[in-house]
Every structure is written in structure tokens, then in C-alpha cells.
């Protein structure tokens, strides 16, 4: 072998066995990664500590993935269906049980369990309402008719006390007090928005516009403008990590943009596969997975060195990605 195929074999085997140690096995919140492969109707198990796919359980058209607190019940809702299948855990063979139906599921945007995971919260586009279903049973409990139309993402709150849902043509976000089931306000800002998220303490909300590839960071409570700083066309989600990173989407330019928070200036681009559509972020900060809808691989992201460990294929239009 010449030395310079050896070079390129010595630099695959660095690239492969940097995927296989990121992350460290006892900082991950579970060992397996679900994957909606919506094109090939499948669900694909990733091992995450090997960084191999071990499992595809056929379903139909997967819209969205929730995933209880404890790891044990997957919920899918099903594009365009009244039904949403429920499959049991933990571990790569999942278990189909209960089949939910009702009409409050034809519209599924979005999808949450509660911290306790008693409740399942749904986010309909097309009735502009946040439903609350029962679990285990998945009865609806109650509904609340939101105020702005075409929902399309929610946020959590840490305590599981608010929800914050995101209207993008409105540019609005709506900010819901789970306990009293009622408004606690909106927030309204100047044009069309995409993804929002919080910074790990809640202090900072961070809004993404499109259209003027900006990323916007706001006050969470008085709504002022702290700072901003330029991402890729095409910007459609963002995440915060543990270390106030914002990791951002850029489904056109195919590729995340790679914030500091605290500090703008303090910015990175890095490709990743084609199509990117939801991220999965790592605990502590020191990386991340993007799902890639059109290449139908999952990234591996190393936030630390900033840069792409591999791709996995899992599947044609790989767009949604949970802990289980």
C-alpha cells in the first residue's frame, strides 16, 4: 500500500473512531436515538453509544415524535390521519400498544409529554389549538383555541409550568400557563419568524427570521433586544445546549450555524448532510445529531472542535430525532 492511501485509510479510521467516542456513555440521557424516516415509512434505532443503526420498525408517514420522560412510551402522530400509534420501551424493539384516535389528531405540528409524563400536550396547525390528553389512556382531558393562527413549534418550560408555541407568519408567540390553562401572553415581533428556544437558565429567548437570515436574542421577560447575529439561508430551527450554544438550521444552504449566545461574535458555519430538518442536542453542550431529510442520514457533530464526525444512513427523509 502506498503511503499515501495508508494516509487516507489512517484519517478514516481518526474520523470513524471519533464518532464511536462522542459522546462519553455516561453523559448520554439514553442509549438509543429514534429516527422518523418519513419517506421510507420507518422508524430507525440508533445505538448512541456505537453510532450504528440497529432496528427499522415500519410506519406510515410519521409527522411528529414524543417521547415520555422515563423513556418507556413513544407516541407518533401520522400525517394527514385521525390516529396516532403508541409503541413501549425502553431498548431497539419497541412495542406496538394503544392505537389514539380522534379527529384533534388530524393536524398534529407538534408534540409534548408533560415533565411528569401524566399528559401529552398536542399542537394542531390547521384547528390552531393545544390539546391535553390524558396518559395512559390518551382521553382528551381539554383543548384552549389560541389567539394566533397556524401554530407550527413549541417550547417546554424546564418546570413544565409553560409552554411557549411559535406563529411564524404572524410572527408571534404565544405563551400558555399549563396549570391555569389560560393565556399568561403573547409576544409579538416585527415580521415573519421560524424556530425559537430558551437559554438554559430562561433568561434569553432566541427567535429566528428567515428572511432576513438573523438570529434575533431577546430578554425572555421584557421582550428588549439583547443581540443578534447573521446564520444561513434558509434558518428554520434552533436549539440551545448546556453551554448557551445556539445551534441552527439552515435547510437551504444545508448546513447549522453555531452561536454563542453570550457572545455573537463568536460564530461558526458547518456543513452538514443534505436537507437538514431537526437536531438533537448532547448533554453538557459538547455536541450535537442533525437529522438530514433529503441524503436520509443522521450527523454527528462534535461542538467542541466544531466539526462533522460522519454521517449515518438511516433512511429516506430522516426529519425527526428523540432520546429513547
Request: net charge positive.
Amino acid at each position: 500500500m502506498g503511503m499515501k492511501k495508508l494516509k487516507i485509510l489512517l484519517a478514516l479510521l481518526i474520523i470513524l473512531f471519533g464518532v464511536w467516542a462522542l459522546p462519553a456513555s455516561s453523559q448520554l440521557p439514553s442509549s438509543h436515538i429514534v429516527v422518523s424516516c418519513f419517506l421510507d415509512e420507518v422508524l430507525a434505532v440508533i445505538d448512541a453509544r456505537a453510532i450504528r443503526l440497529v432496528n427499522k420498525i415500519p410506519i406510515s408517514q410519521i409527522n411528529e415524535l414524543a417521547v415520555s420522560p422515563d423513556g418507556k412510551l413513544l407516541v407518533a402522530s401520522i400525517f394527514n390521519r385521525n390516529y396516532m400509534p403508541v409503541y413501549s420501551g425502553p431498548g431497539p424493539n419497541l412495542h406496538p400498544g394503544t392505537i389514539v384516535r380522534g379527529d384533534h389528531l388530524v393536524s398534529t405540528k407538534a408534540m409534548a409529554f408533560s415533565k411528569d409524563g401524566a399528559r401529552l400536550y398536542l399542537l394542531s396547525e390547521k384547528e390552531g389549538t393545544l390539546y391535553e390528553l390524558h396518559v395512559p389512556s390518551y382521553n382528551l382531558i381539554r383543548s384552549l383555541k389560541l389567539q394566533y393562527y397556524r401554530p407550527e413549534s413549541m417550547i417546554l418550560s424546564k418546570d413544565g409550568t409553560k409552554m411557549y408555541i411559535a406563529h411564524p407568519e404572524v410572527g408571534a408567540v404565544s405563551v400558555i400557563d399549563l396549570l391555569q390553562w389560560e393565556y399568561a401572553g403573547n409576544l409579538q415581533f416585527q415580521g415573519h419568524i421560524s424556530g425559537i428556544a430558551l437559554s438554559p437558565d430562561e433568561k434569553k429567548l432566541c427567535v429566528l427570521y428567515p428572511n432576513e437570515s438573523l438570529l434575533n436574542i431577546y430578554d425572555a421577560e421584557s421582550i428588549k433586544p439583547i443581540a443578534t447575529a447573521p446564520v444561513e439561508r434558509g434558518a428554520c430551527q434552533v436549539k440551545v445546549n448546556d453551554s448557551n450554544v445556539a445551534v441552527v438550521l439552515n435547510s437551504v444552504s444545508n448546513s447549522i450555524s453555531i452561536i454563542n449566545i453570550n457572545n455573537t461574535l463568536d460564530r461558526r458555519v458547518l456543513a452538514v448532510g443534505n436537507g437538514p430538518r431537526d437536531i438533537l442536542l448532547m448533554p453538557g453542550g459538547q455536541g450535537c445529531y442533525v437529522a438530514n431529510y433529503t441524503s436520509g442520514d443522521v450527523s454527528v457533530i462534535d461542538l467542541n472542535t466544531i466539526r462533522q464526525l460522519g454521517r449515518l444512513y438511516v433512511g429516506r427523509g430522516a426529519c425527526s430525532l428523540r432520546w429513547m
